[in-house]
T-cell receptor, first 114, second 108 residues
Framework: NAGVTQTPKFQVLKTGQSMTLQCAQD?????MYWYRQDPGMGLRLIYY???????DKGEVPNGYNVSRLNKREFSLRLESAAPSQTSVYFC?????????????FGQGTRLTVV | AQRVTQPEKLLSVFKGAPVELKCNYS??????LFWYVQYSRQRLQLLLR??SRESIKGFTADLNKGETSFHLKKPFAQEEDSAMYYC??????????FGKGTKLTVNP
C-alpha cells in the first residue's frame, strides 16, 4: 500500500524556472493538501482541495498554483521559482470523518532555488 | 479563522522527567484537534486525536475548551520521544491547519 507518493524527492531550480511537484494517493481520500515546512515556521498550508474539482487557498498561496487532476492526484506548480520558495514541501491526504480523521503525508520534496 | 499556537520552539528534558508540550487554538466553531509527530527522517504521522481520548506511546492530551488548549503530556519521557511535534486543528471547511511545531529533545 503506497499511501501518499510525492515526486521528485529532491530538486534544484534556478531563479525564474518553473516546475510541478506531483502528488498521488491511493486511499480514495477526498481531501488533499500542500504544505511547506521551514525552520521555525512549522507547516504552512499553501493550497488544499476538499474534493475533486475544488481547490482553495491556504495561508501562503502566492507564487503557487495547484491542480486537482482527479481524486488521486493533486499537483503544485511553481511558475517562476524564487529563492524564498526554497523549502521542504509536503503533500497530504485525508477523508475528514468526525472522530476518525487522519491525514497521511508524503515523504516530502526538498526544493532549493538558487 | 483557524489558528494554532505552539509557544515553545524547543523543549529539552531529561529521560524520566515529565513533559508537556503546549498548544492553544483559535476557532469559533467546534474543532477537531490532533497531535502529529515527525521523527528524524520519517514522515509526519498522527500521534493522537482529541475525540478518541486515547493514550498513545504514553502521551495524552485533553481538550480544554474554556482555555482553548490541547496540551500534550507524558509523565516519564523516553529518549525515543525526541522528535518534532505539531498540534493541528481541523474546522468545518476541512482545512487542516498546523502550529509551528515544538522540537522535543529527551536527554539521557
Amino acid at each position: 500500500n503506497a499511501g501518499v507518493t510525492q515526486t521528485p524527492k529532491f530538486q534544484v531550480l534556478k531563479t525564474g524556472q518553473s516546475m510541478t511537484l506531483q502528488c498521488a494517493q491511493d486511499m480514495n481520500h477526498n481531501s488533499m493538501y500542500w504544505y511547506r515546512q521551514d525552520p521555525g515556521m512549522g507547516l504552512r498550508l499553501i493550497y488544499y482541495s476538499a474534493s475533486e474539482g475544488t481547490t482553495d487557498k491556504g495561508e501562503v498561496p502566492n507564487g503557487y498554483n495547484v491542480s486537482r487532476l482527479n481524486k488521486r492526484e493533486f499537483s503544485l506548480r511553481l511558475e517562476s521559482a524564487a529563492p524564498s520558495q526554497t523549502s521542504v514541501y509536503f503533500c497530504a491526504s485525508s477523508t475528514p470523518s468526525r472522530g476518525n480523521t487522519e491525514a497521511f503525508f508524503g515523504q516530502g520534496t526538498r526544493l532549493t532555488v538558487v | 479563522a483557524q489558528r494554532v499556537t505552539q509557544p515553545e520552539k524547543l523543549l529539552s528534558v531529561f529521560k524520566g522527567a515529565p513533559v508537556e508540550l503546549k498548544c492553544n487554538y483559535s476557532y469559533s466553531g467546534s474543532p477537531e484537534l490532533f497531535w502529529y509527530v515527525q521523527y528524524s527522517r520519517q514522515r509526519l504521522q498522527l500521534l493522537l486525536r482529541h475525540i478518541s481520548r486515547e493514550s498513545i506511546k504514553g502521551f495524552t492530551a485533553d481538550l480544554n475548551k474554556g482555555e482553548t488548549s490541547f496540551h500534550l503530556k507524558k509523565p516519564f519521557a523516553q529518549e525515543e520521544d525526541s522528535a518534532m511535534y505539531y498540534c493541528a486543528l481541523q474546522g468545518g471547511s476541512e482545512k487542516l491547519v498546523f502550529g509551528k511545531g515544538t522540537k522535543l529533545t529527551v536527554n539521557p
